[in-house]
């Protein structure tokens, strides 16, 4: 992980640092960076691979299938969902490194795993942590920190206090070793 050096005297005069932290930590173990790659990924709004999201399908119903996810999600309030598929993933907030790879801000609000560290408690969701269930990890459900979903007419208010996230995913090569020992390129857009 890199952190650009001068956000760190503003993030930890906040008491965000260890959020920010956090957060990055999620990407590392592929929370947005190979949800593509998995099939996990439904409706990206940022397609191509250049710094600009072209074709910008701002908008779109972006969403995480993962089956475990989604059961935490309806867990956590969104069994009444109506604006599109769930799991709700940023389609119109930043831009690339934040599209397509956050929770959706608008509906997750102060989750630790949306593209925004909001001033006071960023918690990590159960659904966040189903997730990385649905990417193959062996997790602790109960473990994840109390939450219920935010109130969108919240977030004004919040987007004012918090630290945006933008551009927070490195799309850079991921190679990992294959059942046979060789390493193998991993293409995340795909």
């Not at 910008?56 to 109506?82: K, L, R």
């Not at 408690?121 to 219920?148: F, K, W």
């Not at 995913?169 to 991993?186: C, H, K, P, S, T």
Request: charged content about 20%.
């Amino acid at each position: 992980m890199e952190f650009d050096t001068a956000d760190l005297v503003a993030l930890e005069g906040a008491g965000l640092l260890e959020e920010v932290i956090l957060h990055e930590m999620g990407h590392v173990l592929g929370f947005g960076t190979v949800w593509n790659l998995l099939g996990l990924l439904q409706n990206p709004s940022c397609g191509g691979t250049g710094p600009t999201c072209n074709p910008d399908n701002s908008g779109a119903d972006t969403h995480f299938d993962g089956a475990n996810a989604i059961t935490s999600f309806d867990n956590v309030g969104g069994t009444a969902w109506t604006l599109g598929s769930k799991v709700p993933v940023e389609n119109t907030l930043f831009g690339r490194g934040t599209r397509d790879s956050h929770w959706r801000e608008s509906t997750f609000v102060n989750e630790l795993m949306t593209g925004l560290i909001n001033a006071g408690a960023n918690p990590l969701s159960e659904v966040t942590v189903a997730s990385l269930l649905d990417m193959g990890y062996v997790v602790n459900i109960p473990g994840a920190d109390p939450y219920t979903l935010g109130n969108p007419s919240a977030i004004k208010a919040l987007v004012a206090q918090g630290f945006e996230l933008k551009n927070d995913i490195l799309f850079v090569e991921i190679r990992a070793r294959d059942v046979n020992g060789r390493i193998r390129l991993i293409d995340p857009r795909r």
